[in-house]
């Protein structure tokens, strides 16, 4: 059963335009969301982070979303580079640091020049 | 400073074999975590040790699976009696005392023939 999910599973967006990548979680104790980045044969690299004391976190070109009550976040990032081309994980933790990670499938971005 | 590292990258092995895999997180990291992703998946959640001492095993699948941590810094995941269904990318991630953020390895690719 699924806790994490990003039904995407591509996207492709034009260089200098928006990305939007979606996530939906069912486990209502989540309370801390993340997003990695990989690229192949690296492992994930940490985004940004968002507690659910907060809807909005920013940091540069990223910034994450998120609704608790439609239990869903989404990761926005203005202006999207083609450096930004690669997989993008959605995980959650509980109350906590120091708690695994629930991660989703991940969504491949491609940002075309 | 130096990332997590991870060794071997690489490990092919035949059905039935035992194998190790190592992980050296960051230094003075206390958290080291275990996950295990495969093809078209997320990163599932194996172990997690705080210090020495394993604060959560609930994602080992089964009781070929172990881990160790002697002197809370390196750790090992062994696996015995390997099988096809074992082949994955095996990564490992280390945080801070009292972080949600982890931060990971290349991981090992094991490939059981």
């Known amino acids: 059963d699924q806790q994490v999910k990003q039904n995407s599973p591509s996207l492709s967006v034009q260089e200098g335009r928006i990305s939007i990548l979606n996530c939906d979680y069912t486990?209502?104790?989540?309370?801390?969301f993340l997003w990695y980045k990989k690229y192949p044969a690296e492992g994930p690299t940490f985004l940004i982070s968002?507690?659910?004391?907060?809807d909005k976190n920013e940091d540069g070109r990223f910034t994450v979303f998120l609704n608790k009550s439609a239990k869903h976040l989404s990761l926005h990032i203005v202006p999207s580079q083609p450096g930004d081309s690669a997989v993008y994980f959605c995980?959650?933790?509980?109350?906590?640091?120091?708690?695994?990670?629930?991660f989703g499938k991940g969504i491949t971005l491609s940002v075309r020049p | 400073g130096a990332g997590v590292s991870q060794t071997p990258s690489n490990k092919v092995t035949e059905k039935g074999k035992y194998v190790e895999l190592r992980c050296d997180p960051i230094?003075?990291?206390?958290?080291l975590y275990w996950y295990r992703q495969s093809l078209g998946q997320g990163p599932e959640f194996l172990i997690y040790?705080?210090?020495?001492?394993?604060?959560?095993d609930s994602g080992l699948p089964n009781d070929r699976f172990f881990a160790v941590r002697p002197e809370g810094s390196v750790s090992t995941l062994k696996i015995q009696r390997t099988e096809r269904g074992d082949s994955a990318v095996y990564l490992c991630?280390?945080?801070?005392?009292?972080?949600?953020?982890?931060?990971f390895g290349p991981g090992t690719r094991l490939t059981v023939l």
């Open positions: 991630a280390s945080s801070p005392q009292g972080f949600n953020e982890q931060f």
């Open positions: 486990n209502s104790m989540f309370d801390y």
């Open positions: 968002i507690s659910s004391i907060k």
């Open positions: 995980a959650a933790s509980y109350t906590g640091a120091n708690s695994k990670l629930t």
């Open positions: 230094s003075g990291h206390t958290a």
């Open positions: 040790f705080q210090g020495t001492g394993a604060a959560d």
